[in-house]
């Protein structure tokens, strides 16, 4: 009998007294024009090194996520694991955050994948032409307790989850190895 996957979405557990990052500038110090692209599901073209503020000091972590874009930012020591268990799935764009250079990266998930179950995620709601948002249509508006078909999901071990794409899914194994190595900030819930 072949072991099923498991799969997980992996957030930033938040908590105070950690520190808060905000949107990444390029290296102009200029605000991005499109600060969504890196959590939509596909590799990214940067100019130069992004920098990222420290909207709140406080305890730095090993998994953060930054900004409105909710974008993650990992330590290099975490890249490195993403690097080595799906080579494939992700881009790593170093970032400069004041006082910590070259020690964090942004973790951009390259794969986006058409797979939450509907029926089996306890509520779905859908942007409807009446919401006035024509580009969001058919899209997820909200997804509470988010079940994916595991059958859809391919050799893929990281990815977004077409339609909402807010969701960062890792597999089991990332799991193992991040909970391993007591990476901290990172949360995982089972989809």
């Known amino acids: 009998m ?5 799969y997980f979405r992996l957030s930033e557990s938040v908590q105070a007294g950690n520190w808060y990052l905000g949107d990444p500038f390029d290296g102009q110090g200029q605000e991005l024009e499109d600060i969504w692209e890196f959590t939509e599901g596909r590799p990214v073209q940067t100019e130069g090194r992004l920098t990222l503020p420290i909207i ?3 305890r730095r972590l090993d998994f953060n996520t930054a900004g ?11 890249a490195s694991m993403f690097a ?12 400069d955050i004041k006082g910590y250079p070259e020690q964090y990266v942004m973790l951009v998930a390259t794969k986006l994948v058409r ?12 942007w409807m032409p009446e919401d006035e948002r ?21 050799a ?21 190895a ?13 989809v």
């Open 68 to 78: 409105a874009g909710v974008t993650p930012i990992v330590h290099v020591g975490v």
């Open 115 to 126: 797979c939450i179950d509907d029926k089996a995620s306890k509520e779905v709601q859908y």
């Open 134 to 154: 024509p580009e969001k249509v058919g899209h997820f508006r909200g997804v509470i307790d988010m079940r994916i078909d595991h059958a859809k999901v391919g």
């Open 84 to 95: 080595e268990l799906a080579p494939d799935d992700v881009q790593l764009i170093p970032v």
């Open 56 to 58: 709140e000091p406080g």
């Open 178 to 190: 991040l909970e391993g190595a007591k990476v901290t900030g990172a949360k995982f819930e089972e």
């Open 156 to 176: 893929a071990k990281v990815f977004r989850t077409w339609g909402w794409s807010v969701a960062l899914i890792v597999s089991e194994d990332i799991k193992v």
């Open 2 to 6: 072949q072991h099923r996957v498991r």
